[in-house]
């Protein structure tokens, strides 16, 4: 019986571990793979700038009402550092219009297939949105809080990582 309880507790501790959140504060992994346009993507490569990492949908309204906030934040802070990865999570037969809906915006484009990112944990929501500072660090996980992304949220969270030297 004890044996029983060991392995039990083993197996919901590896699975609990497989679905584990990256924390605020928290060197963020690597998320890495292949944006639509073919390019090769490594958040590891973006050390010194401040990223915001962003899960959408097409059919996801909040995902599409956040968009345009988030792409003039970028275009206003972009020579200040700021990057911005847009992942789609749509299943195949939504692929088109999550392109027609891309071509609004100046982000970084990648599909959830292409791309590596389990580190961050499962997403269970639309929208997520990671921010990661300059030196790598999480200043907001997507799967925690409010998962909004407005004007003020940027404002308050982005600008001061854009000024930190």
């Known amino acids: 019986m004890h044996i029983f309880i060991i392995i039990l507790s083993l197996t919901l501790f590896s699975y609990q571990s497989a679905f584990a959140d990256v924390e605020v504060g ?10 639509l346009d073919g ?9 010194g700038k401040v990223v915001l990492i962003n899960f959408w949908a097409s059919w996801c309204e909040p995902c599409r009402e956040e968009m345009p906030q988030i792409e003039d934040y970028l275009q206003k802070n972009k020579s200040k550092g700021l990057e911005v990865l847009a992942i789609n999570v749509d299943k195949s037969s939504g ?18 297939s292409d791309m590596h990112y389990s580190g961050l944990g499962y997403i269970w929501r639309l929208p997520s949105t990671f921010i990661i500072d300059k030196r790598g660090i999480v200043r907001k996980n997507g799967l925690k809080g409010d998962a909004k992304v407005n004007s003020q949220l940027l ?11």
């Open 155 to 165: 404002e308050e969270t982005i600008t001061p990582l854009l000024l930190d030297q």
């Open 26 to 35: 928290q060197i963020a992994p690597n998320v890495e793979g292949k944006l």
């Open 95 to 112: 692929l088109e219009n999550a392109k027609k809906i891309m071509k609004n915006y100046s982000f970084q484009f990648a599909l959830k």
């Open 39 to 47: 390019q090769v993507y490594s958040l590891n490569a973006y050390r």
